[in-house]
C-alpha cells in the first residue's frame, strides 16, 4: 500500500475531477440505500394496508432515484475514465523521461522487456486502480458499510444473529486478498521474462534464420510462455474459488434471515416490509464482500505493479549531475586530458577494465586508439561524455574535470558516431538533423557530403525523404554508418568520437570519408576507435591499448620503431614481409597527405607474383592518387 499511496502523486493534478467522481458516487450510494426502505414502506404501510396512494407516490420516487442514479452514475464513469487514463499518461510519461537520464550503466542493469512491462502492462494496471478506485473501489465500501447500520435499525436482533457469518465471511476476503499479492507478482515476473524473449527475438529475427535456430528459439519462447500461462492459471484458479465460496456465504445468510425472521414475523415482532428490507439489506451487504473480492484482484494486481514502477521512479541515475555543476565556458577549445583514469563496471571490487590511462588530446589533434578485442577501446571514449563515470583519476576538458560540468553543457560539444548504428523511424533528412532539428536543406547536405553519403542518398528515389525503414532495414550496414556521421558532424562538435564507424564501408569510401573529414579536423578534437590500422595511419597521434593499459603511444613511425605490438598489427594487416625502414619511412604528396613507404613497394609486393596489400587500404588510395598528382 506504501507503493499506492507513493503513485498517489499522479492523481493530484486531477483531484477535482476524483473528488466531483467521489461526490458523485457517494450520492449515488444514498439512492441505493433508499431504494429498500422505500420497498419496507410500499409493502407495509401500501400494500399492507391498502392504500393505493402510498403504493403510487413510492413508486413514483423510486422511478425518479433511479434516474437519478443512473445520470449521477454516467457522471462517475465519465470522470473516473477520464482521471484514470490521464494518470496512465502522465505515468508513462514519467517512466519514459526517468529512463532518458538513466547511465550506460543503469541500462545495463535493466533489461529492456521488463522496462517495456512496466511501461505498459504495469502502467496499465495501475490505471485500473485508480479507476475501479473511483467507480466501485469506493462504492463497495460505503455500500457495507451504510447497509450494516440499516440493517441494526431494522432489525437489530437479526442483525445479531448474521454477525458470525459476516466475520467469517470478511476473513475469507483478507485471506485471498493476501494470497493474491504475491502470485500476482509471480505473474507479472512471468511476463518480464516472456517479453524479453520475445523482444530478443523479434530483434535478431534475420539472425535467428541465418543460424537456422528457429526451433530452439521457438521452443525457448514456448517455455517462457507456458511459465507465464501455468502462473496465471494457478492464480485464476484462486480467483475461480473466491466467487463459489462467497456466493454460498450469500445463501446461507439468506437461509437465516428468512428463518429467523420468519419466526420473529410470526411472533409478530417483525413485519413482511421489515424481512423484505433486511434481506435486501443483506444483499447489499454481501454483493459489495463479493464486488471486493473481484476488486481484489485489481488491486493486488495493482499493487505488484506499484512496487515494479516505483523500482524504475526511485532508481539514481549512477551518472547525475553535481549540486554545483557549471555549464564549460565559451569559447570551447577541446582540449581533452585523462589523468590517471581507471575504470570497473561492477563496483569497486570488479576487475578493471582500464588500469591508470594518461592521455592527452590537443584542440584540433586526431588521436587514435587502437587494442584488440576487449582492450577497453570503447569503454574509453565512452567515459567522455559520461556515459559512465570513471572509477578513479579524472578527464579534463580544457581543464576542467568533466565531472563538474552539467551534462547537456558537455554533450552539446560533442558528437559521437557509435558502434553500433541505431536509425529512428522517419525520414533520411530527419535522421541526419536528429541532433539540429532545426538544420537547413545546406547544413544537410554538407553534412551527409563530408560522411560521404550524398551521392547514394540522390540516388534513392526520394532522397532526402527517403523513409527508413524499423532498424535502418532498407540500408546497407555502410550507408547507416555514413549516416550515422553525417548526423554526428552536423552538430558541429568540438569533440568528435568515431568508434569503429567506418568498419561497414569499403575502402575506398573510408578513404574518401577520411579526406573529406581531414578538411575540418582542424574543427574537433577527435577520438577514433578502429580496427583497421589504415585508418589510424595519419592520426596525430596512435594510442595502443593492450589489457586495459596503455601499451604504446606515439606516431605511425615512432611506433614502427618503439612498439612490438603495433608492428605485429601493422605487418597482421598491412605491412606483410615489408622490413622496419621501408614500414617507418614517410613521404608527403599535395594535401599533406603522409606516406608510409612501405606503400611504394617492398619485399612481397610484386616480384612476388602478388599485390601489395596497402594498395588495397584507405591508405594507399589516397597514396596512390596522390603520387599520380606529383610532377
Known sequence: MDQIFKLASFVKPYWKRAALALVLLTALVFMDLAIPRLVQRIIDQGIGQHDQGVVISTALLMLGISLLSTL???????LSVQVGESVARDLRDALFTKTQTFSFANLDEQKTGQLMVRLTSDASAIQRVVLISLRIGTRAPLLMVGSLILMVSTSPS????????????????????????????????????????????????????????????????????????????????????????????????????IWAGGIQSVQGNLSVGQIVAFTNYLLTTMTPLIMMTVLSN????????????????????????APDAISLPEPVQGRLVFENVSFHYNGAHAESVLEEISL???????????????????????????????????????????????????????????QETVLFSGTLRDNIRYGVPGAGDEEIFAAAKAAQAHDFIMALSKGYDTHVEERGTNLSGGQKQRIAIARALLTRPKILILDDSTSSVDVETETRIQEALEAQMHRHTTLVVAQR???????????????GRIAAEGTHGELMIASPIYREIFESQLGGDLNLEEATTEGTGEGGIRKPAGEMGGKGSADQGMRNPLDESAAGNAVNRAREDEP
Open 72 to 78: 449521477f452514475a454516467v457522471g462517475n464513469n465519465i
Open 298 to 321: 485489481v488491486w493486488a494486481g495493482g499493487i505488484v505493479s506499484a512496487k515494479r514502477v516505483s523500482e524504475v521512479l526511485d532508481t539514481v541515475p549512477d551518472v547525475r549531475d
Open 360 to 418: 592527452t588530446a590537443e584542440p584540433g589533434q586526431t588521436v587514435a586508439i587502437l587494442g584488440a578485442t576487449g582492450s577497453g577501446k570503447s569503454t574509453l571514449v565512452n567515459l567522455v561524455p559520461r556515459f559512465y563515470d570513471v572509477s578513479a583519476g579524472e578527464i579534463l576538458l580544457d581543464g576542467i574535470d568533466i565531472r563538474r560540468l552539467r551534462q547537456d553543457s558537455l554533450l552539446a560539444q560533442i558528437g559521437i558516431v557509435p
Open 533 to 547: 590500422i589504415s585508418t589510424v595511419l595519419k592520426a596525430d597521434k596512435i594510442v595502443v591499448l593492450e589489457k
Open 158 to 257: 437479526l442483525a445479531l444473529v448474521l454477525l458470525p457469518l459476516l466475520l467469517v465471511t470478511s476473513a475469507l476476503i483478507v485471506f485471498f486478498v493476501i494470497r493474491m499479492e504475491p502470485l500476482f507478482r509471480s505473474v507479472q515476473q512471468k511476463l518480464d521474462g516472456l517479453n524479453t524473449v520475445l523482444q530478443e527475438n523479434i530483434a535478431g529475427a534475420r539472425l535467428v534464420k541465418s543460424f537456422v535456430r528457429a526451433d530452439f528459439e521457438s521452443e525457448r519462447f514456448e517455455k517462457a510462455n507456458e511459465a507465464y500461462t501455468g502462473q496465471s492459471v494457478r492464480v485464476l484458479q484462486v480467483v475461480s474459488t473466491m466467487s463459489p465460496v462467497l456466493t454460498m456465504c450469500v445463501n446461507i445468510g439468506m437461509v437465516i434471515v
